[in-house]
């Protein structure tokens, strides 16, 4: 299974408007976009795929999404119709256990480090410009902040588990690298 790991701070509610994703606070049009390259191909869906996004924005973090390939059934990939889907996760009623919201979508109050040390035991590579370039290991976790980089004490944290991984020295967009990582893994 192919895990990816983003810290976003993206909304942790469901007041974000469909119609205009990028102003919305938290930019949740880049949260969409993650879960667009993470999980699908021309004519289907990466089931051996698995995403989290925890959410650290307003008003009250975190939240994470998991949306699991091996699951997923019936979700458009465009942008719009994924900002939709979260907007009902959100809007919906949870607590710090796992709940499964719909098919392949689960969600919690649990943390970017809570959901770090549940892949403790697995390969973590942290995305970084200045990380080396390496062979990947089977069944990889890449974490990836959104726009911005990982927090400091959150990205210390993580190398706890890990190693810096670089996909060249210039700053990608997070989507991009997904992308990359994705076509890495699949060779």
Known sequence: MRTFIIY???RTDSRFNIEDLPSSGGRMDLVARC?????WLSHGIRRNTRLYI????????PVTLCFDG???KRISP????IAIWIKKVLASDFGKEWKEFRNGILVSRKSFQDIVKEHDKKNIYVLHEKGKKMKLKKDPVFVLGD????PKKEEK???KYGKKLSIGEKSYLSSSCISVLNWLCDK
């Open 8 to 10: 976003s701070r993206g």
């Open 147 to 150: 726009n911005f980089d990982i």
């Open 54 to 61: 925890v959410l650290n924005g307003a008003p009250s973090p």
């Open 157 to 159: 944290f993580v190398l």
């Open 35 to 39: 879960i667009n390259s993470a999980l």
């Open 70 to 72: 091996s699951k997923i």
């Open 78 to 81: 465009d942008e719009r119709s």
